[in-house]
């Protein structure tokens, strides 16, 4: 029985051949997770599967110790309602960024709630909880809460995503590549809403190819290769001595994929 | 106004008609909320709560010539009813009340009519009033069939020198009639020459005019028409001395209430006595365009007119014959035509 | 008016009337039928959806006269549909526009929904909303192509005429008021009659009904993203 997200014994994948086999790891409250690897390893499967867009073909997703494919769909609404995420790609809809961050509260609320609200809304300006703006003030996008969405640049728009995802207070917050095409600038302001968040006390779990940022900001890294966990704990000890060769390999920048 | 002011509910209120069968479309004003479907209650009560209706099953040629709009009015006034009027073609009207989906027929079709009372989907059948056709073309009639005293013998002039005819080709009364003049003429009409286009009479003389073709017109259409086109009557019709085998003899008809029990058969039959009444034949008779009269009341006559009870070929024990119907046709024409017209 | 000098103005707002309404009606059943229908198709995997697919689309050319025709089978007293004595009233207009309207309106909204990426229904889920959620915020993005469809799925049943002349009947009464008569059908009759500028100013009634309506629609497609629904 343990807090947090944890993958156990996953195997899941296509007829071809399984993209994941035998995954398992976890993310505790409170600390950041790397799950790092070369594009194209089963990194997005795998945080889909945590995510739970999918079932897993077999193994267990459990979260605070309770399988989540074996609860009701309600309860298992509950608990997706736990866990925020954020994509490699452009993902904000088109709308104010501040209706974006809204969005996930809004979900959560009565449909009466809600109906009433898009009413007033159209009649004059909504007011918005003050989560949104909380969230906002995280990745400092909280001056431009009225922009358009469309009208952000990609890094601040990957900011806002992030905010997004954290709007609700989730317990656990999924990051798949967040950073993999922005500038250090905007890499910075998200590595230190990802610090933030481990602050509070969520626990982080963040896909990356990106070696240095998973020393950078991790507690613990899990290696993935080829669709299997080949190497995972502290990430001082992963990266100073790792004990699989291919780590080592991949560590020092000479496994290249 | 009352039914107007509804489409104006109707329009504002679009989203209450999601359920179609909630509204059965009736011409009822909205204070007929009583349940009644209107066409239980006595004509002529007084009550204007629940107006009776009549389906009129029509040829576009009583429609568009204006006709129906002198009649109906009075009708409808007099028995407190609406008459929703559909105009189409001969044969399709002919169709529309085999399917019982009309109430009464007003059409001009002679050997159609007898079939469809043969079928037993029609009872009652009443001669209403006549014109005639009559065969126009071009001013400067190509084929030379001007003045002809036989229809037939025009016909086959025209396929002779392959000059242009449009056809009807809808199966209308008009159209029924130009196939029985070409049976007549003993011309298969086959060819570049002959197009069908399956329009109706205005469009098809309008078409005429544009190829410069022949064609054949009800003569209250062509009238109507005259002013926008410059084709010529060629051939009269037997109201002005042409052959009898243009005459145009138009017929009502209730659909026979056995076969559909939910036709309103008192109301037709009501339609079919007001067409054939003093009244109404005075209306048809008083009925002009630019001058001319469109139409002429027959139903009323001091002497016998069986031949409008029984099929038109019927020999009635051997003494008719259907050139003696012509005989007494020609006879009335004679009688009651002025030599003016 | 050019041309309508011997059309009075009750017969003109009554006929108007009975296309906007019949139209208005027609789109507002299909919007109600084929948005759930695009959604469906696009989101749910199943066995031939692409016959589905192709099925609309064909529907999309379906002519509007065997439209009419079937209709008239169906509600004719002597057909299936009899007893509802539906044949030759508005209602039976809407239907068979509903039949011709909903093919267009599924593909075009079709499309729509479908251009909406996946990482945005992804975005939506994964922040806790439900499958309902999901559709709703895919309706939301393609807001612009779903006017569209309705557009054009109004165009359809508004220019339509030859299923209403059928199931119609083209009836007006005899104060001038339309019961089923329509722009389109009014210019067949004039037609008819061979009053050709008289059929064309009915025409150019139709096609001032058509550019409101669409300019009605680009109104609400042109109000920015974030200031129309904040």
Redesign the interface.
Known sequence: MTDGLVAADITHGFENGAILEDVSLGVEPGEILAVVGPSGTGKTTLFRLLAMFDRPDSGVIEFDGDDVWSMSDARRLEVRRRIGMGFQNRSLFSASVADNVAYGLRVRRSWKERVANAVSGVLGPADYDEAVTTALETVGMADKASRDAGSLSAGEAQRVAIARALAPDPDVLLLDEPTSNLDPRNTAVIEAAMRAARDRGIAVALATHDMQQAQRVSDRTAVLLDGTCIESGATDRVFESPSDDRVRQFVEGKLVY | MAIQRRRFLQAAGVGAILGLSGCTGDAEPPQAADGESGSQSESGNGSSGSKQELTLATTTSTYDTGLLDELNPVFEEKFDATVKTIPQGTGAAIETARNGDADVILVHARGAEDEFLKEGYGVNRRDVMFNDFVVVGPADDPAGIEGMESAADAFATIAESEATFVSRGDDSGTNKKELLVWDASGVDPVGKWYREIGKGMGDTLVQADQSGAYTLSDRGTFLATKSKIDLEILVQGPLKGGPTILKNPYGVIPVNPAKYPDVNYSLAMAYAGFLTSPEGQDIIDSYTVDGSQLFFPNALSESPQFGQYVPEDYDGGGNASASVSDAQFEQWVAENVPEDF | MFGLGDLNL?YL??IT??S??VS??AV??SA?LGLPMALAVSFRDFRGKAVVTSIISTGMGFPSVVVGLLVLLAL????PL?E?????????M??SQTVLALPVLVSVALSAIQSV?Q??R?????????ST?VAL?VV??ARYGIVTALLAAYGRAISEVGSVLIVG???????G???TRTLTTAI??E??????ETGIALGGILLALVLAVNALGARFRDR???GG??
Do not use: C, M, Q
């Open positions: 009750t707002v009554s009337l009975v906007l309404y208005t009606a507002l059943v109600t004719s007293r002597s057909g009899g509802f004595e539906l044949l030759f009233t508005p209602e039976a809407i239907l990426p990482d945005l992804d975005a939506a889920f994964a922040s806790g909303g439900t959620d915020l939301r993005e009947g083209n009836i007006v009464f005899s104060d008021t339309s019961f067949t009759v037609a008819r009659k061979g009053n050709i920015t993203p974030s629904r904040r």
